[in-house]
């Protein structure tokens, strides 16, 4: 990319004379109002008015920020039901993304349900249905050899931050063909309102290879390619071309792999970690937001994570990277790497991880145990289930990644009460529609004894006059700040040190909450900043960092340069160009 390029072919961001930053307009009237970065609406000065061409194209009175942002607010309230409201605030984002920003920004508790987890779920299965307005950037099947072109289309000049996805295993509801968009859309949200990504520094993006689903393909208003999945060499092609192009196009950009199928996604990260400086949230952020849950956990047990025993129910990317990640960890705390992978069990659906299963992957088999591993373990059927292995390892801590509802059952979880009073039970899966078991249940059947996270928000439990805190495990805990850090610092990579930083630096901000596992969500902005800074700390002392006058600050220093750089949702004043 040239350098001195303006931020977009619309406009730029300059300073006054004064150091005020203001934004220079390449565009007036009614092309103005139509672009979200910089319509105002309403709220345009009468000086902005009259030179940028507006005067008669918007209402005569000039509103205060804090006007628009109660007549939206009081909008939104009126919508019906969850889905009405995610539309709601899309279409904000579509016509002007400073309010949006600032509505979120006020509201982010109670607004991260409707724009992120769990009702974007429903957002990706309508989004053909449902569509209204282009955002993004999408490459599909018919157009990879011009992608390169096409990124030219795209009118921000430097992109930082990419989430682009196949679509292939969208949450906990499969194959979604070219709805994943709304995931691409909805985490970059969040890197804005937590991580403090501009806007216009962002790209979401969908990989249109196709869908294995039928009902799709035979749907004639489906907006994507209407043929089967790329597999094999023909994919491997159609990705290469993307990341060079991307690579070309935008030589500073992240790119954060979002919502591949298992096999896909270990592989997808492998091949470009090195090429390009990327990560798959499902697979390390994940693992960084479980792995922090569980050293939470352990605290408030009034013991080490290297003391737990812990099964995860689910062997796709979420539930190998948590493994992985929990591995980590209990080397971290002191463990061999031995000792440390004799306290993790994966369970799939044929049940314990086991050598000489079908088609066990690679990143499966680290997993794997030997005949000889289970000496002393009983058991029925070929392979030791969920409740066996709880029974013969006695597990200390429970996860689930599976989207099979009810699958945590009572006589399993009144097992581990066995091994400890105080099990740490974590049904992770995303919708909640999907979740493992309900925490009101595992406070029930546990009689206040578990420990609980879940992947969607649920309210407290109330049992026997006490008050139990259920932590949401949302990996909006950790993507926003490592990829914040990450662009802070220019990493060239994103290394396994980055995301492990991440991981404790989220298990210590909780420590100021008392019994609670992970922090509200009203605090995801100041958690998001020391998850950056110390992500770009670790990116210096692991010799990937780009950003030369960084390398030598204190982290004080750093921190500033952070908060400053840190997008925040204020109108500039706009001057023409």
């Given at each position: ?9 619309y ?22 109002l139509?672009?979200?970065l ?6 345009f ?20 920020f804090?006007?628009?942002?109660e ?52 957002a ?10 282009p955002?993004g ?16 289309n ?8 990419i ?9 906990g509801?499969?194959?979604q ?6 995931i691409?859309?909805?985490?970059l949200?969040l ?7 501009g ?11 196709g ?9 004639p ?11 094999g ?6 990705l290469?071309?993307?990341v ?8 500073k950009?992240?790119i ?12 997808v990260?492998e ?16 693992g ?20 737990q ?9 979420a ?32 049940g ?5 299963q ?52 009572q006589?399993s ?19 909640s ?18 420990i609980?996270a ?11 006059g006490?008050?139990?805190?259920v ?12 990829g914040f ?21 989220l ?11 992970y ?14 800074v ?13 950003e ?30």
């Amino acid at each position: 990319m040239p350098k001195n390029l303006p931020v977009s072919r619309y406009y730029d961001v300059k300073r006054d004379p004064q150091g005020q930053r203001y934004i220079d307009v390449h565009v007036t009237g009614l092309a103005l109002l139509q672009n979200p970065l910089l319509n105002k609406t309403t709220a345009f000065t009468p000086e902005e008015r009259r030179e940028l061409g507006l005067e008669g194209l918007v209402p005569p009175h000039t509103s205060t920020f804090e006007e628009q942002k109660e007549r939206t607010y009081l909008r939104y309230l009126k919508c019906g039901s969850d889905l009405e409201k995610h539309e709601y605030l899309r279409a904000l984002q579509d016509r002007n993304e400073v309010l949006f920003y600032a509505i979120l920004e006020d509201h982010l508790e109670e607004m991260l349900p409707i724009i992120y987890t769990p009702t974007v779920g429903e957002a990706v299965r309508n989004y053909s249905s449902n569509y209204r307005y282009p955002r993004g950037f999408t490459v599909s099947t018919g157009d990879i050899d011009r992608v390169e072109d096409m990124l030219e289309n795209v009118t921000v000049n430097d992109v930082r931050m990419i989430v682009a996805t196949d679509s292939s295993a969208i949450l906990g509801i499969g194959d979604q063909g070219f709805g994943g968009m709304a995931i691409s859309i909805g985490k970059l949200s969040l890197y804005t309102a937590a991580g403090g990504v501009g806007p216009d520094k962002t790209l979401p993006v969908e990989l249109d290879v196709g869908t294995n689903r039928q009902d799709l393909i035979d749907d004639p208003l489906y907006l994507g390619v209407h043929h089967r999945r790329l597999t094999g060499a023909a994919y491997d092609e159609f990705l290469d071309a993307f990341v060079e192009a991307v690579s070309h196009r935008y030589p500073k950009a992240i790119i954060q792999w979002e919502d591949f199928s298992r096999g896909t996604a270990f592989r997808v990260l492998e091949r470009y970690r090195r090429v390009v400086p990327s990560f798959n949230d499902d697979i390390q952020g994940t693992g960084a937001m479980a792995l922090a849950g569980l050293i939470s956990a352990a605290r408030l047990k009034g013991e080490r994570l290297s003391e737990q025993v812990f099964v995860v129910v689910g062997a796709g990317a979420a539930g190998i990277g948590v493994a992985m990640a929990i591995r980590h960890g209990l080397q971290a705390d002191g463990l061999t790497p031995e000792d440390a992978n004799a306290r993790v069990f994966v369970v799939d659906r044929h049940g314990l991880l086991m050598h000489g299963q079908p088609d066990l992957e690679d990143q499966q088999l680290s997993f794997a145990r030997r005949p000889e591993d289970l000496s002393g373990w009983v058991f029925d059927g070929e392979y030791p289930s969920m409740h066996d292995v709880i029974v013969n390892a006695r597990a200390t801590a429970l996860l689930g990644f599976t989207g099979v509802p009810g699958l945590f059952r009572q006589e399993s979880i009144q097992a581990m009460l066995l091994n400890t009073p105080r099990p740490i039970v974590f049904p992770l899966s995303n919708p909640s529609s999907h979740v493992e078991a309900r925490p009101a249940d595992l406070i029930h059947w546990t009689r206040g004894g578990a420990i609980i996270a879940s992947g969607s928000p649920f309210p407290d439990v109330e049992y026997e006059g006490k008050r139990y805190p259920v932590g949401q495990g949302n990996n909006a805990f950790i993507f926003p700040g490592l990829g914040f850090g990450a662009v802070a610092s220019r990493a060239r990579e994103i290394t396994d040190n980055m995301v492990m930083e991440a991981a404790r630096t989220l298990a210590e901000f909780t420590t100021q909450y008392g019994e609670r596992v992970y922090p509200p969500i009203s605090d995801l902005r100041e958690l998001s900043v020391q998850v950056a800074v110390n992500v770009a700390l670790q990116s210096i002392r692991d010799g990937v960092c780009a950003e030369r006058r960084i390398r030598n600050m204190t982290r004080d220093e750093l921190e500033t340069v952070i908060r400053d750089r840190a997008w925040q949702p204020r109108y500039l004043p706009l001057r023409k160009g």
